[in-house]
C-alpha cells in the first residue's frame, strides 16, 4: 500500500491541497470504500463527503460512504447539545472553563463540518474545579467511560497535581465524550504544558493558545492526520509571523524541535498556501533539526513507544542527571509498552497505598470507578467494606480529592464517589467489594 502522502485520494480530505481535486475525485468515484478509509484515517470526514457529494456523478454514495456522512451530521448535533449542558454546568459550579482542541480550532473553519470533532475537551484550572465540575455533570446523567479513565499526576516542579477526567453523555443518538483536563496539559510521558485560561467562566480558547494541545496530542500519539494539517494551514494564514514567537519557544523547551519540522514538512509538501502563509511556514522551520519520522495518518504502536521512551530519557536527564533519566525511560517504556486493559481477579496487591504517596509526573495514577469494577467482578455485588469520608485526608495539592487507606489498598473519594487507583489496570475483587456509600 502506498504511503498516504502519495495517496491519490489525499486532496480530498486537505482544505488547501497542493494536488488536484478534480482527479482525487475521479479516483476516488473508483474507489469509494479506499477514500472513505483515508478520510476516516485522518479524520477529515465532513470535509471529504462535502467534497464528494459536491460531483453530480456521486450523489448516490455506496452505503458504507453514505452512512459515514450520516454518522458525521448526528455526531455535530449531539457535540452542540452536550456543549451547552457542559457550559450550564460551567455556570451553574462557578468555575472558569476554556474550550481546547477541536472546539477551539472549530473558530478558524468557515464551514463548520469542515472540521471532524470527535469529543468535547475543557481545560480548567485544577483538580478540585474539575472534579466539582464532573460531580454536577455525574448528577446531570454523564456516566464514566470505562476505556479512558480518571488519572492523576504531580508536576515535581511546583507540585501542582494535574490530569483528566473523562465523562460519556449516553444520553443521546450519539454518545459524546467530555475530556476535562485540568492543571496544564500533558505532553508524552511525564511533561505538563500552561495554558492561559483566560476571563472566568466559560470560554473558547484562541487557536493560537491551543496549538500546545494539538502539538501534544499529535506528538503524543506519534501520529499527523490531516486534520492537524488543515488546522495548521489556516493557522499559518490567519497568524502574522510575530505571533508564532510563543510557539516556537514552547516547542524548543519541549523537545517538539524535531516533530514541528517534519509536521511542516508535511503541510509545505501537501498544500497550496498564499504568498505570505508560505513565507511563514518556511521562517518557522528550526534550522538544524532533522525532522522526526513520525507517521501521517497510520498509527505505529513500537515507535511510539519508543519516540515516548527516549523523550522520557531528555526530560529526566535535564532534571536529574543521566542515572535517572534511564529508570524514568524504562517506567515510559514498560507503560506504553502494551495496551492496559481493566480486569478483577484475586488479590496480589503488596502496597497499592503508596500509589498516592508517591505521586509524580512519572506515574500515571488511574482512578477506577468502584461501582464500574463492581460490574467486572466474578464475585458479583456484594460490598463487604464502606468507605466513609468521615476517614479521607485531602492529596496535597487539592482540597476535594481525599484518600482513604485500608492496607494493602487505598481509595479516593472525589465527586462524592470511590475510586480505586492503579497504575497497570489490574483490580482485584476485595477493591470491587467496597461500597461507595461515602457519607
Ligand atoms: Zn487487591
Same mark, same amino acid.
Not at 481535486?21 to 477514500?35: F, I, K, R, S, V
Not at 457535540?79 to 478558524?108: F, N, W
Not at 501534544?216 to 499559518?236: E, T, Y
Not at 470511590?418 to 461507595?436: E, I, K, S
Given at each position: 500500500?502506498?504511503?498516504?502522502?502519495?495517496?491519490?485520494?489525499?486532496?480530498? /480530505?486537505?482544505?488547501?491541497?497542493?494536488?488536484?481535486?478534480?482527479?482525487?475525485?475521479?479516483?476516488?468515484?473508483?474507489?469509494?470504500?479506499?477514500?472513505?478509509?483515508?478520510?476516516?484515517?485522518?479524520?477529515?470526514? /465532513?470535509?471529504?463527503?462535502?467534497?464528494?457529494?459536491?460531483?453530480?456523478?456521486?450523489?448516490?454514495?455506496?452505503? #458504507?460512504?453514505?452512512?459515514?456522512?450520516?454518522?458525521?451530521?448526528?455526531?455535530?448535533?449531539?457535540?452542540?447539545?452536550?456543549?451547552?449542558?457542559?457550559?450550564?454546568?460551567?455556570?451553574?459550579?462557578?468555575?472558569?472553563?476554556?474550550?481546547?482542541?477541536?472546539?477551539?480550532?472549530?473558530?478558524?473553519?468557515?464551514?463548520?463540518?469542515?472540521?471532524?470533532?470527535?469529543?468535547?475537551?475543557?481545560?480548567?484550572?485544577?483538580?478540585?474545579?474539575?472534579?466539582?465540575?464532573? !460531580?454536577?455533570? &455525574?448528577?446531570?446523567? @454523564?456516566?464514566?467511560? #470505562? @476505556?479512558?479513565?480518571?488519572?492523576?499526576?504531580?508536576?515535581?516542579? #511546583?507540585?501542582?497535581?494535574?490530569?483528566?477526567?473523562?465523562?460519556?453523555? /449516553?444520553?443521546?443518538?450519539?454518545?459524546?465524550?467530555?475530556?476535562?483536563?485540568?492543571?496544564?496539559?500533558?505532553?508524552?510521558?511525564?511533561?505538563?504544558?500552561?495554558?492561559?485560561?483566560?476571563?472566568?467562566?466559560?470560554?473558547?480558547?484562541?487557536?493560537?493558545? +491551543?496549538?500546545?494541545?494539538?502539538?501534544? +496530542?499529535?506528538?503524543?500519539? @506519534?501520529?499527523?492526520?490531516?486534520?492537524?494539517?488543515?488546522?495548521?494551514?489556516?493557522?499559518?494564514?490567519?497568524?502574522?509571523?510575530?505571533?508564532?514567537?510563543?510557539?516556537?519557544?514552547?516547542?524548543?523547551?519541549?523537545?517538539?524541535?524535531? @516533530?514541528?519540522?517534519?509536521?511542516?514538512?508535511?503541510?509545505?509538501? =501537501?498544500?497550496?498556501?498564499?504568498?505570505?502563509?508560505?513565507?511563514?511556514? !518556511?521562517?518557522?522551520?528550526?534550522?538544524?533539526?532533522?525532522?522526526?519520522?513520525?507517521?501521517?495518518?497510520?498509527?505505529?504502536?513500537? &515507535?511510539?513507544?519508543?519516540? =515516548?521512551?527516549?523523550?522520557?530519557?531528555?526530560?529526566?536527564?535535564?532534571?536529574? /542527571?543521566?542515572?535517572?533519566?534511564?529508570?524514568?525511560?524504562?517506567?515510559?517504556?514498560?507503560?506504553?509498552?502494551?495496551?492496559?486493559?481493566?480486569?478483577?481477579?484475586?488479590?496480589?496487591?503488596? +502496597?497499592?497505598?503508596?500509589?498516592?504517596?508517591?505521586?509524580?509526573?512519572? =506515574?500515571?495514577?488511574?482512578?477506577?470507578?468502584?461501582?464500574?469494577?463492581? =460490574?467486572?467482578?466474578?464475585?458479583?455485588?456484594?460490598?463487604?467494606?464502606?468507605?466513609?469520608?468521615?476517614?479521607?485526608?485531602?492529596?496535597?495539592?487539592?482540597?476535594?480529592?481525599?484518600?482513604?487507606?485500608?492496607?494493602?489498598?487505598?481509595?479516593?473519594?472525589?465527586?462524592?464517589?470511590?475510586?480505586?487507583?492503579?497504575?497497570?489496570?489490574?483490580?482485584?475483587?476485595?477493591?470491587?467489594?467496597?461500597?461507595?456509600?461515602?457519607?
Amino acid at each position: 500500500m502506498k504511503p498516504d502522502i502519495e495517496s491519490p485520494f489525499l486532496p480530498l /480530505g486537505h482544505i488547501s491541497p497542493s494536488g488536484d481535486l478534480g482527479e482525487a475525485l475521479a479516483a476516488a468515484a473508483l474507489d469509494m470504500p479506499g477514500a472513505t478509509a483515508l478520510l476516516r484515517r485522518h479524520r477529515v470526514v /465532513g470535509l471529504g463527503l462535502a467534497r464528494l457529494r459536491s460531483r453530480p456523478a456521486n450523489h448516490g454514495l455506496p452505503p #458504507d460512504t453514505a452512512e459515514a456522512a450520516e454518522y458525521r451530521d448526528r455526531l455535530d448535533a449531539c457535540l452542540d447539545r452536550t456543549r451547552a449542558e457542559v457550559r450550564a454546568a460551567v455556570a451553574e459550579v462557578g468555575v472558569r472553563a476554556a474550550d481546547i482542541k477541536g472546539g477551539s480550532v472549530l473558530q478558524l473553519y468557515s464551514i463548520r463540518s469542515h472540521r471532524d470533532v470527535g469529543d468535547v475537551d475543557l481545560m480548567m484550572d485544577d483538580a478540585d474545579a474539575a472534579w466539582r465540575l464532573a !460531580e454536577t455533570l &455525574r448528577s446531570n446523567g @454523564f456516566g464514566w467511560c #470505562d @476505556f479512558e479513565l480518571p488519572w492523576i499526576k504531580r508536576d515535581p516542579t #511546583d507540585g501542582r497535581v494535574y490530569g483528566q477526567v473523562q465523562l460519556a453523555n /449516553g444520553k443521546l443518538d450519539v454518545p459524546v465524550r467530555v475530556d476535562i483536563h485540568f492543571g496544564g496539559y500533558s505532553l508524552r510521558h511525564c511533561r505538563r504544558i500552561d495554558l492561559p485560561l483566560g476571563r472566568p467562566g466559560y470560554s473558547v480558547l484562541d487557536p493560537m493558545e +491551543n496549538l500546545p494541545c494539538l502539538l501534544g +496530542n499529535s506528538a503524543g500519539d @506519534f501520529l499527523i492526520r490531516l486534520k492537524d494539517v488543515n488546522d495548521i494551514c489556516l493557522m499559518l494564514e490567519a497568524y502574522g509571523r510575530p505571533e508564532w514567537e510563543t510557539t516556537l519557544d514552547l516547542v524548543r523547551r519541549h523537545h517538539l524541535s524535531a @516533530f514541528w519540522n517534519r509536521l511542516l514538512d508535511v503541510v509545505r509538501r =501537501t498544500s497550496r498556501l498564499s504568498d505570505r502563509a508560505s513565507a511563514v511556514a !518556511e521562517s518557522l522551520v528550526i534550522l538544524g533539526v532533522r525532522p522526526e519520522r513520525t507517521p501521517l495518518g497510520v498509527f505505529d504502536h513500537r &515507535r511510539r513507544c519508543w519516540v =515516548t521512551a527516549t523523550d522520557a530519557f531528555a526530560w529526566g536527564r535535564e532534571r536529574h /542527571g543521566p542515572g535517572r533519566a534511564i529508570a524514568v525511560a524504562f517506567g515510559a517504556y514498560r507503560y506504553y509498552r502494551k495496551r492496559h486493559e481493566l480486569s478483577v481477579g484475586p488479590c496480589r496487591h503488596r +502496597n497499592d497505598a503508596r500509589l498516592l504517596d508517591d505521586l509524580t509526573s512519572e =506515574t500515571c495514577v488511574r482512578l477506577v470507578p468502584v461501582d464500574l469494577l463492581r =460490574t467486572l467482578s466474578p464475585a458479583g455485588a456484594k460490598i463487604v467494606d464502606n468507605i466513609r469520608a468521615e476517614e479521607a485526608e485531602p492529596i496535597p495539592g487539592t482540597v476535594s480529592i481525599a484518600r482513604v487507606e485500608r492496607e494493602p489498598h487505598s481509595y479516593v473519594i472525589a465527586a462524592g464517589e470511590v475510586f480505586a487507583p492503579t497504575l497497570n489496570y489490574g483490580m482485584c475483587v476485595r477493591q470491587a467489594a467496597v461500597g461507595d456509600a461515602v457519607h
